[in-house]
C-alpha cells in the first residue's frame, strides 16, 4: 500500500505545483532573511573578538605630559603589565588628508595586513585599508610625508583603530581625510625632527595581564615622581598657576619665614653668647667699675630675655609651618600627575564599533526568526487543513479499504516536510553565500576599518534553517492529519463539515451582492481571522526594517536640526575670560544602565537665555531639563526620579525631571550652570564648553576638540548607507512573504468555494460577477485586517524595538509621517489587487461539473 500511495506523489506535485512551490518560495525567503542577517552579524561579531584576541587588543590607554622613565617602565613590567609606546604625530598630505604616524608595534595592538608586509627599511609605509580605498593607494605605490617619498609595502588595519576616527569626538569615520601609518623607529625619528608635523602625542598601550585593576595601574602611574614645572605646555602651566602656584607661593613664604627666623635665632644666640662673654669679662673689675658691671649684667639678662623669646618665636614658626603643611595638603588633595587621559577599551569609540554597530542585525534576525516561524507554522496548518479538507473523500476511502492510520499520515506528512527541508536548506544556503550575509557585511567593511574575517557558520544556525523547518512541518501536520484521520470513514467519505452559524444571522433590506458577500465572510470567518494574523504578522517584519529606516533617518536629520550652533569649543585649557562671542557652558559625562548596556549621558550647564538650547534651567542641584532622547531611551516623564554614575569617582547622582525638551545630539539633560557648578564642587566661573554661532580665535592648544554643525551635516547620512542593507532587505521581504501567504489564503478561500462557484456558474452569473461575489469580498476581508495591522504591528514593534539597539547613545525617534499609514494601506490593498488579477485564472477553470464532483 506504500508502494500505491508513493505513486500519487508526482501527480499531487503537477496538481499543486503553484502551491507547493509557494510554500517552498516563502520558506526560502525566511531562511534567507534570518540566517543573511544573523551569520552576518556573527561573522563581525566573532570575528572581531578572534581578531582583537590575535592582534594582542589593550586593556586601555595611557597618554602622559612627559615620557616614562627606564625604571617606571621596568616597575610596570616587573607588576606584570605588558606596556608599550604608540608615540604619534599627525602629517598632513597634499591633498589636505592627515596621516596619523606610529612606530612598528611588537607587543600591543599588532597590525594585520590585508596585503603586503610590514615597513622593514627607512623608506617604507604601512596605510591604513580604507584610506588606501579611498585614495586609491595599492601596494608598491609612492606616498610621500612631508617632503620624503615613502613606498607602500603594507595595506592593512589595527585592532585599536577599528573606527578610525582622528578624535573621539568625531561623530563619524571620514577615511578620505583621516587615516594610520607604520614606519620604521628610525624613519619615525627621522619624520619627527621635520618641520611640517604636528605636536607628538605620547600615548601607551598597555595589557594588564589579570595582574592588577585598571584602578591600581592608574594610581601606580599617579604615584611616579613628576614635575610638573618640566611640562613644555604654556596653557598648562598656566592653569596650574592658578591652583598649585598658589599653593607654591604660599610654602615658599613660610619657608623663606622659617628660614629668616633661623638666622634671626642664630643671631640672637650670638647675641647671648657676647654679652655673656662681656659681664663674665667685667666680673673681675666690678668693684672698681661697678656701674660698668651693672650695665653689662643687664645687658646679658636681655639678651637672655631675647634669646629665649626667639626660640619661642622658632617653635611657633615650626608649628605655623607644620599647620599650613597640612592645610594645604587638604586644599590641594591631589599633586599634579603624569596623565593627560586615560581610556579603558570598554570607553575607546575607536575599538569594537562595528561589531557593535552590526549587533543590531543580530537582534532583530533573531526575533524576525520567532516571526517567521509563527508565519511558517500558521501558512503550513492551513495548507494541510485545505489539503485534508480536499482530499477528505479520498482519505476516507483509503481507510475504508483497510489502510492504516499511521501509513496515510506518512504520506501526508512527506510532502510538506520535504519541501519545508528542502525550501530550509536553500535558503540556508543562499543566506550564508555571498548573497546573504556578505552583502549585509559589505556596508561594514566600506565604512570600518576591519581585516578580511572568515567565513563564520553557526551550529546554531544551521539548526535553525536546515532542521527546524521540517521539524514545525512534522509536528503541525501530524496534529492536524491525526485529529482528521480521528473521525470515520464514511464522515470522511461524505466530506462533512461543521455547519456553520453564520447563516442564522438575519440580514435584510440589503442587495443580494453586498448581502452575500457579508454571508460568504461570516462563513469565512475562520479564514479571515488566520488571513488577519498572516497580514499582521507580515506587518510586524514590514515594521522592523521600516523602523530601522525611521531610526537612522531621524538621527541624521534632527540632529542638524537640533545643532543650533556653528561652533562647539571642548576646553582642555580654559581661558579665565570666555572667549568674546562665545556662550559658556559646563559639562560632565554620567552613565546609565539598561538592557545590560551603559551609556553615557551629558549633563550640561546652561544659562536660562542660551540661544542654542531651546531650554530654560531651573534652579536646584537635583533638578534637570531632560531631553526627549532620554526619555524615550529610558521610559522617563515629567516628575520622574533617574539615577546618573560618575564610575570615575564611584558616585551616584539623583535628578529630578521638571521639563522635557526635544533635543536629539546624543543622550542630554541640562541643569542650571550655577547648581551644577556647585554640584560638582566647581568654580562659581567655571566652564569647559563654548557655543558660538561663528569661528573664534582660540588657541588650538586649549582645546580637546573642535565640532561644527558642518560636521553633523556631514555625517547625517552615515547611519542610513550603514544600515541599508538590514532594513532594504527587510522591507522587501516582507512584501515577498506578504504577497506568498496573501496567495496562498486568497487560493484556500477560493478553493473552499468552489461548490458555490460553480452553483453561480450554473444559475448564469458570468466571470465578472463570480469575482465580485468571492474576490471582493475577500478584499474587505484584507483591508480591515489592514487597518487593524498596520497599528497594531506598529504598537508591537516600537515597543520591543529599543531592545535592539541597546548599545546605541541615540535618540529613537520611531514616528512616522501621516501620511506613511496611507502609503502602507495603498501598497497593500495594491499587492492584493495584483493577487485578485492572479488569482482570477483560478476562478476562471472552476466548471459548473464541479457541483457533480461534490455530490454524494
Known sequence: ???????????????????????????????????????????????????????????????????????????????????????????????????????????????????????ESDDEIVLEKRYCEEHEINVDDTVKLAGKAFTVTGIGSSVDYDAPLRKFSDTAIDSKVFGTAFVTEDSYNDLKSGDEIGTEDLTYGFILNDAMSSDDFKQMVKDFDFDYKAVDDPYYQEILADTYGKKDEITDGINDLVDGTDELVDGVKELYDGTKEFKEGL??????????????????????????????????????KEKSDEMLDKVFDESPNNITSYILRADNMRIGGAAGDIEINKSVGLLAGIIVIILFAYVLSVFVIHQISNESSVIGALYAMGVRKKDLMRHYIFLPTLVSFLGGLTGAFFGLSGFGSGWQTS?????????????????????????????????????????????????????????????DIRIRNMKFMPMFKIRQMLRERRTAVTVMAGMIICLMIFMMGFNCYTLCDSVGKLSVEDTKYEYLYTFKYPTKEVPKGGEACYVETLKKEMYGYTLDITVMGIDDNNPFINAKPIKGKNKIIASDAVTTRYNLNVGDSIILSDTANDMDYAFTIEEIVPYSVGLTVFMDIDSMRELFGEEDDYYNVVMADHKLDIEEGRLYSTSTKADAERSSHIFVDLMKPLFTMLISCSAVIFFIVMYLMTSVMIDRGSFGISLFKIFGFNSREV??????????????????GIPLAKFIIDKIFPIFIPNVACCVHLEYNWYMYIVIFAAIMVLYQIISVAITGKLNRITPAEVLKNRE
Open 771 to 788: 469575482k465580485r461575489l468571492y474576490l471582493d469580498g475577500n478584499r474587505t476581508v484584507v483591508a480591515v485586517g489592514a487597518l487593524i
Open 283 to 320: 666680673e673681675p673689675y666690678k668693684p672698681m667699675l661697678p656701674e660698668a658691671y651693672e650695665g653689662a649684667k643687664e645687658l646679658y639678662e636681655g639678651a637672655k630675655e631675647l634669646r629665649d623669646g626667639t626660640d619661642e618665636l622658632k617653635d611657633g614658626v615650626d608649628e605655623l
Open 1 to 119: 500500500m506504500n508502494r500505491i500511495l508513493r505513486k500519487r506523489f508526482p501527480r499531487e506535485i503537477k496538481n499543486n505545483f503553484f502551491r507547493y512551490f509557494a510554500l517552498f518560495f516563502m520558506i526560502v525567503l525566511c531562511m534567507y532573511l534570518i540566517t543573511s542577517m544573523v551569520d552576518a552579524a556573527e561573522v563581525i561579531i566573532r570575528g572581531t573578538d578572534n581578531n582583537q584576541i590575535e592582534s594582542k587588543l589593550e586593556d586601555g590607554q595611557i597618554t602622559v605630559f612627559s615620557k616614562f622613565t627606564d625604571s617606571e617602565l621596568e616597575e610596570m613590567a616587573d607588576k606584570g603589565v605588558t606596556i608599550e609606546p604608540h608615540f604619534s604625530f599627525e602629517v598632513t598630505l597634499e591633498d589636505n588628508s592627515v596621516l596619523r604616524v606610529f612606530k612598528n608595534r611588537e607587543k600591543v595592538d599588532l597590525v594585520t595586513l590585508d596585503r603586503g608586509r610590514p615597513a
Open 443 to 503: 556596508d561594514s567593511y566600506s565604512y570600518y576599518s576591519l581585516p578580511e574575517f572568515d567565513t563564520v557558520i553557526p551550529a546554531y544556525l544551521i539548526i535553525y534553517a536546515v532542521v527546524m523547518p521540517p521539524i514545525v512541518s512534522l509536528i503541525v501536520n501530524t496534529l492536524v492529519i491525526n485529529k482528521s484521520l480521528s473521525r470515520t470513514a464514511l464522515s470522511l467519505i461524505r466530506n462533512e463539515q461543521k455547519v456553520s452559524k453564520a447563516k
